[in-house]
């Protein structure tokens, strides 16, 4: 599988993004997403995740009560609903798919290895 990110741009404080992640080549079935950002120096962070099939969601602390994380029902497009957004929300975003891994191991990036190419947020007035 291949996957696509998009939907990231300039957006101020207190503003709203969705950013979507295509899949290509098969769909994200029996497959934990999720959601990683990055700023210049650091490592990937985790943001969000959601499992199959019970579609348990999982939150970064920084993000819960205002992203949400979704799939569609046929499994080729999930969402990363982002609202209030803070200028510390600035980052490239990106979307990861693993075989569910085990949900000690759920926030790290090392679980998942097929990645999207990122999209850039910036939160700014």
């Known amino acids: 599988v291949q996957l696509q990110a998009s939907g990231g741009g300039l957006v101020q404080p207190g503003g709203s993004l969705r950013l979507s992640c295509v899949a290509s080549?098969?769909?994200?079935?029996?497959?934990?997403i999720a959601w990683f950002h990055q700023i210049p120096g650091k490592g990937r962070e985790f943001v969000a995740a959601i499992r199959w099939p019970r579609t348990m969601k999982y939150y970064a602390k920084s993000v819960e009560g205002r992203f949400a994380i979704s799939r569609d029902n046929d499994e080729t497009t999930a969402y990363l609903q982002m609202d209030s957004l803070k200028p510390e929300d600035t980052a490239v975003y990106y979307c990861a798919t693993g075989s569910n891994p085990i949900l000690s191991s759920l926030r790290s990036d090392s679980m998942y290895n097929t990645w999207g190419q990122g999209t850039q947020v910036t939160v700014s007035s």
């Open positions: 080549g098969r769909p994200f079935r029996s497959y934990t």
